[in-house]
């Protein structure tokens, strides 16, 4: 059988007059494992993503696991041997939803009676005792950690065995391994992280997916060359807390100014950086370097300093605005993005008028928001009472919604008549337009023929729709 050989790229990442950085960043000269090609003939695997973009990367990992073992991927899950669900454990009904998926995709084992089910991710730990009695048709449970014994336990499904993997491991970060993602080709992204040490009272990742940990800088170096080597223009940093990241004597700051080195990126950013843990290296290399866009995803949770002492977020709401001075202070121009929950624990009328005063203060371009609901393992749902009715929080959070889209249109309606420079995507929803982002991560819609996948074009901002810009 013919081989591909993965070479890791040997140029530096800066040139003759850069600032020195750590020798930890320094490029490394090494030929990678070798991968067998795909045969035609090779099982047949259909894998679905839930949830959010650290799931979409480790599907990425899954796939390339798979794909090294001779499967190849198929986008319908009727011509599937094995049917794969990467799971999320943060949002509502999570246990629900993969429960309701499993049971709708069940129905293709009538066809296939060899079908093979699986689940992967952060719903893999809290289902390990359940699977038996709610979903016997499940032969394989693989948490966050197994990735790269995936291919031998979907073999050993196949083979009538049901195969449980849920165990975390501390140092488990995929050094070498190279993803297949399932994207536009454009925007890639990379893990630099995983894992948390915050232990906010609502939060399971810390259960689910272990404790903080980095991945080394010649690695995200090695991965971002292979990227960027595919024709990426754009580079997305991952992790639970990604500007807490630290290697040995590296540090989130050192990182993006050695990326920004690479050839032929033209665009990074990174997701979701913690409010504590934003120094002012980090902004200032914000700041400085131009590949860098001027966005922050900084989750706010709520505005209420009693909502925020129980919810364990280390910071004040005061903090928090501080925190947006300085960036907005240093990046003028600087698009912001939030996440904000209502009805937590105990939450009164008063704390609810404070995040809603809070995103009057801050006018966030865009936001995440839900309504509080117990994890099971958290926390929160050990030691605090959830006290605040259902009508309450739906009420809350509508009210949350309907002054976030006030906010939401009027960024967007900031922007009409300004030039600014869209990296194409792809093409709309309904195919009609091109689609493409700002550097402020605005969603615009151009013209077809505007320009293809990956090309940057200067554009005159000519209307919007409220949610998307219009050029």
Known sequence: MSKLVQIRSTRDPG?????PIAASLLPTNEVGDELETIPASGPR?????????????????IMGQLRARGYTRVQDPAAADVILLNTCAVREKAEERVYGRTSQLLRHRKERPGLVFGITGCMAEHLR????????HI??????????????????????ERVIDVQLDKSETYDGLDGVPDDDGVSGQISIQRGCDKFCSFCVVPYTRGRERGVAPREVLRAARALLDRGYKELVLLGQTVNSYRWEDVGFADLLRALTRLDGLERLRFTSPYPVDFTDAVIEVMASEPKI??????????GADTMLDAMKRGYTRAEYLALVARLRAAMPGLALSTDLMVGFCGE???????????MREVQFDSAFMFRYSDRGITYAARKLHDDVEH?????????????????TRASHQARVGGRERVLISGLSRRNDRVLGRTPSFHSVLLPLGAGRPGDTVEVEITGTTGHSLLA
């Open 45 to 61: 695997v259909y894998l679905e993503t839930l949830g959010c973009q650290m799931n979409e990367a480790d599907s990425a990992i």
């Open 129 to 136: 005792d359940k699977v038996q009695q709610h979903a016997p």
């Open 139 to 160: 032969g394989v449970v693989a948490g966050p950690d197994s990735y790269r014994r995936i291919g031998a336990l979907v073999d050993r499904a196949r083979s009538g």
């Open 15 to 19: 040139g003759p007059d850069d600032p």
């Open 391 to 407: 009508d309450t929080k739906a009420r809350r959070l509508q009210d949350v919604i309907d002054l976030q889209e006030q906010h």
């Open 293 to 302: 866009c001027p966005y922050v995803h900084l989750p706010a949770q709520s």
């Open 348 to 358: 009164t009328e008063a704390d609810h008028q404070d995040t809603l005063s809070l």
